[in-house]
């Protein structure tokens, strides 16, 4: 009977055991699960501010802005990548560098050229600091990243290591000088050019990532893509056509030299598109050089001068007022008109219409437009609000100014007012509104807005193709347009213009001389300009030109100054038109046509195998690349020099190819 007596006092004190454990083990279980409740209800803030706020954060993973194309698929600007190296010493296994530190030192001082016992000693002493994201080198290129990512040590990645690899985008011009005001910026805050029209499309959708607190000024990434990936840009393929561009910068920046001109500037537009094939801005900076660095073509409002009569007779043509039989006797080249004197600089006597436009006459001009319209002046002025000229245009690129016209409505206004307005004064209106009126001339009577962007591509396919938007479908009768026409064409055979003419090429335009600042004290300032379009009888370009504040010792007449550009540049643009064009206009030191129309040779893709692309032309295999589905990233212009991955590489869809090019 003893036996499970004893046996069962030993049980119920080792029951009692358990329950006692039992009972302390939910005790402390229900103090944690209390102390969690509490912890989750007061002091949460207090645990992010004290710690996760101030040793994590999350920052922006910038996008890959988009590249922006010529309209032939030339690279305008880019996205390049770069690359910044950082070291962990505090992963760095201890054998992994105690081993291979001196192999990696000297590949270091082959690659930076620094001696080797720099790296060591600074290596050394990052390592006894133990510092986690010490800055090898900021910046590199792709080429470089890929040498210095094999080199000991570093090739065994982030973990073993430490080699720490911080992608960021730099955003490089393909071109150094031409357009590159044209081409413009984004920085975040100011925005200009193309660049900044077409900023919604380029600039992608910026992605996120954790980073850690290493020290007060330092975070290291933890993983390069943990939150949320960036969104990479769309390509935009702009109207400008780099040979244009091209053959205009250099036509315009030897006159600006040739006449001491303090700035100018070209537009060229396609006739039937209202494409702008060529924008150039030039102005002399304080070196005495010619900088594309402000589009004066769309934020400078000017008085135009002669180039406006066109305007104002194709208004006195579409009401019937004058034809071809029209004459006006100009006299001497001097009237006054309410008190306000007017003159000529071309002589005389009884003019056609076709003379008061080709001999530019300020007199013939006033004398119209106040026979016809000083009783209702408003008749005048809805031909110009009619053809958009008193609206600001609507269009991408930021920065365009509004016309403004002295009206009845205006404290400016006087009887003097309507005469100044037929030749070119009172009114102050932008250089590519003038061209746009012109290229509508031209056009037929069909005044086409115009327009800066060709289309829209993503991962090879087309996302949006720009097409001809009218602005007013008939400017005037086509009588009239064919008046003006005809009379364009004789200022350049006969008139004021023929300084430029050629039996080769017709041409129709207008020359325009106009004094600026002439209420100031000192030297006259004076404005040269010539718009018109070519060939007269078939329209393919209009291209208005215009050069500021030349040295008059030197001439400061439209037909001098301004003609001779608009004249190279319709040469220049005509070569691969069948033309028998004078052998002077086709000599360019700025345009390779042999590389320029060297042929496009086809890329394919067989069998997954990278192709071999080196020596071929870039702007025409990178567009045949994306479009097969793979993302290229490049730099420099011309021909192909290295590729990576290499010829018969297995490659995939997506997948990243990196071109490096002549320059």
């Not at 081993?99 to 082959?110: E, P, R, V």
């Not at 071109?175 to 910026?185: D, L, P, Q, R, V």
């Not at 006459?361 to 009619?386: C, E, M, W």
Request: proline share 4%; net charge positive; glycine share 8%.
């Amino acid at each position: 009977m003893q036996k499970p007596n004893e046996y069962d006092n030993k049980r119920k004190k080792t029951l009692r055991w358990g329950y006692l454990f039992a009972v302390v083990a939910l005790c402390v279980f229900v103090m944690f699960l209390a102390r969690i409740i509490i912890l989750q209800n007061t002091n949460v803030q207090e645990i992010k501010d004290d710690y996760i706020n101030k040793n994590y954060r999350e920052a922006t993973l910038k996008a890959a802005r988009g590249n922006l194309f010529a309209s032939d698929g030339s690279i305008l600007a880019t996205t390049v990548m770069r690359y910044d190296i950082y070291l962990d010493f505090k992963t760095m296994k201890d054998t992994v560098y105690t081993n291979n530190i001196g192999a990696l030192t000297d590949s270091l001082s082959k690659m930076f050229g620094k001696s080797r016992g720099e790296f060591r000693k600074k290596f050394d002493e990052q390592r006894k600091k133990k510092n986690q994201y010490y800055t090898l080198a900021r910046g590199l290129d792709f080429d470089q990243y890929d040498r210095i990512r094999k080199f000991p040590i570093f090739k065994k990645g982030k973990n073993k290591g430490g080699f720490i690899v911080d992608r960021n985008y730099k955003r490089e011009l393909a071109t150094s000088e031409i357009g590159s005001g044209t081409i413009g910026m984004d920085d975040g805050e100011h925005k200009a050019g193309l660049e900044g029209a077409f900023s919604k499309y380029l600039r992608g959708t910026d992605g996120k990532r954790l980073e850690q607190r290493i020290n007060s000024s330092q975070w290291k990434p933890i993983d390069f893509w943990k939150v949320q990936e960036p969104v990479d840009g769309e390509d935009v393929y702009t109207t400008l056509d780099l040979r244009i561009q091209d053959i205009a910068h250099s036509a315009l920046q030897k006159q600006l030299i040739n006449f001491e001109a303090k700035h100018g500037t070209v537009i060229v537009m396609e006739v039937e598109t209202g494409k702008v094939r060529a924008m150039v801005n030039l102005r002399r900076d304080d070196d005495g050089n010619y900088v594309d660095s402000y589009n004066y073509a769309l934020k400078d409002n000017i008085e135009p001068g002669s180039t406006f009569k066109t305007i104002s007779l194709l208004a006195a043509m579409d009401d019937g007022f004058i034809d071809e039989n029209t004459t006006v006797d100009v006299g001497n080249g001097v009237w006054v008109y309410a008190k306000q004197r007017i003159s000529d600089g071309h002589g005389g006597g009884t003019y056609d219409i076709s003379d008061v436009l080709a001999k530019s006459s300020n007199v013939g001009s006033a004398k119209l437009i106040t026979k016809y319209y000083s009783d209702n002046p408003q008749i005048f002025l809805d031909h110009l609000k009619r053809w958009k000229l008193f609206d600001k245009m609507d269009i991408e690129l930021p920065g365009i100014t509004k016309p403004r016209f002295v009206t009845p409505e205006s404290k400016r206004w006087n009887p003097a007012a309507l005469a100044s307005l037929a030749y070119g004064y009172a009114s102050n209106i932008n250089l590519l509104q003038l061209a746009t009126f012109y290229n509508g001339v031209a056009n037929g009577g069909k005044m086409l807005k115009p327009l800066f962007i060709d289309k829209i591509m993503k991962d090879g396919k087309v996302m949006y193709n720009a097409k001809p938007e009218v602005m007013v479908n008939k400017m005037a009768s086509e009588k009239a347009i064919k008046m003006m026409t005809h009379a364009l064409t004789k200022a350049v055979e006969k008139g004021t213009g023929k300084s430029i003419f050629t039996p080769n090429l017709k041409m129709a335009g207008k020359t325009g001389t106009a004094r600026f600042e002439y209420w100031l004290p000192g030297p006259m300032k004076y404005r040269a300009s010539f718009a018109g379009f070519y060939p007269a009888d078939n329209p393919k370009y209009t291209c208005y030109v215009m050069i500021s504040e030349p040295n008059t010792a030197k001439g400061f007449y439209g037909g001098t100054v301004s003609a001779p550009v608009f004249k190279e540049i319709a040469g220049k643009t005509f070569l691969k038109t069948p033309q028998n064009i004078e052998r002077e206009m086709l000599v360019s030191n700025k345009v390779d046509l042999n590389k320029m129309v060297e042929p496009n040779v086809k890329v394919a893709v067989n069998n997954k195998q990278m192709p071999n692309v080196v020596g071929l032309i870039g702007k025409n295999v990178i567009p045949q690349l994306e479009n097969l589905g793979y993302r290229v990233d490049f730099k420099g212009v011309g021909k192909i020099t290295q590729q990576f991955p290499l010829e018969g590489t297995t490659i995939s869809r997506n997948q990243r190819i990196y071109l490096s090019l002549q320059n």
